[in-house]
């Protein structure tokens, strides 16, 4: 058990993708963990996923909206008053809406950064209050698209870079509260957000220029984010660690 009895908050867990994923792995851990939505409906919805996949779970599902600053704190204020404490936080909510730049209004831009980014850092902000006596790792999920670009994705890359610079900062910011930050950036991982903006040509290709010949599952994944969350990870801070199967490097 590499995550006994740590107290771990995940946003953007609500889906079937990387977020639950993770849930559900810090849980076979030993890990206690909040499951997050921004619909209430997919927040039950993986409540009652959570209660038949793991029925030991000791776990908490909250509806938060990272845009909204008063969810954040409730996010924060009840898990420590469930637990007494919270060690983990993994920013992992964001959207990948694809659009040619020159079509971008304004308003698509600001609803991209404000989830991925500006979750990412309100959610950073919150959980230093709570990590910096005892101290903590915060796991960003970023993507290689934040440093390699993509097109059709200005704000998405934005973000995702956004991401990578909050990263650095942070953690050369809170080090000395020994609070760690690190970021895993995937490359394509096939989850709903991949099927909604690739056609079956582009994963196709996208597997020939992948060196291990395919996208990845979020199975694929969770090694890494239990890695960061845990002590075996004590000096490794302000990393951003690709899991592409090769695909950029
Ligand atoms: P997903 O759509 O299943 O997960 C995204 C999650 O973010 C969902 O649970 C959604 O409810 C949540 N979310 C959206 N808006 C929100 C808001 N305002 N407040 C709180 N939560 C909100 O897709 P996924 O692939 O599992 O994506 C998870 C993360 O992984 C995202 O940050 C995404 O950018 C990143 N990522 C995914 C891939 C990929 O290939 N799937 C690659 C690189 C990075």
Redesign the pocket.
């Given at each position: 058990m590499r995550l006994k009895d740590k107290v771990a908050i995940i946003?953007?867990?609500?889906?079937?993708?990387?977020?639950?994923?993770v849930a559900k792995s810090y849980v076979n851990e030993g890990a206690k963990v909040v499951i997050?939505?921004?619909?209430e409906e997919?927040t039950l919805n993986?409540k009652k996923r959570m209660e038949t996949e793991c029925p030991n779970a000791d776990f908490l599902a909250i509806k938060?909206?990272?845009?909204?600053i008063e969810?954040v704190e409730n996010l924060f204020k009840k898990t420590y008053e469930k637990w007494g404490k919270i060690d983990i936080l993994v920013?992992?909510?964001?959207?990948?809406p694809a659009k040619p730049i020159e079509n971008m209004s304004d308003s698509d831009f600001e609803l991209v950064m404000?989830?991925?980014a500006f979750?990412t850092f309100r959610c950073t902000r919150e959980a230093i209050k709570y990590m910096k006596e005892n101290g903590g790792s915060i796991i960003n999920?970023?993507?290689?698209?934040g440093i390699y670009g993509s097109p059709h994705q200005a704000a998405?890359t934005a973000?995702?870079a956004a991401i990578n610079g909050l990263t650095k900062s942070n953690a050369k910011e809170l080090g000395k509260y020994k609070i760690r930050v690190n970021t895993i950036?995937?490359?394509?991982?096939?989850?709903?957000?991949?099927k909604?903006n690739c056609d079956d040509t582009t994963i196709q290709r996208l597997n020939m220029m992948t060196p291990l010949g395919r996208?990845?599952t979020?199975e694929d994944l969770v090694g890494m984010y239990i890695h960061l969350a845990s002590d075996e990870s004590v000096f490794t801070t302000g990393t951003i660690i690709n899991i592409d199967g090769g695909l950029v490097m």
């Open positions: 946003t953007g867990s609500s889906t079937t993708g990387i977020g639950y994923a997050c939505g921004s619909k997919d993986a938060v909206d990272v845009t909204k969810d920013n992992n909510a964001g959207i990948a404000n989830i991925n979750g999920t970023g993507s290689i698209v998405y973000s995702k950036a995937p490359g394509v991982v096939m989850t709903d957000m991949v909604d996208g990845a979020t």
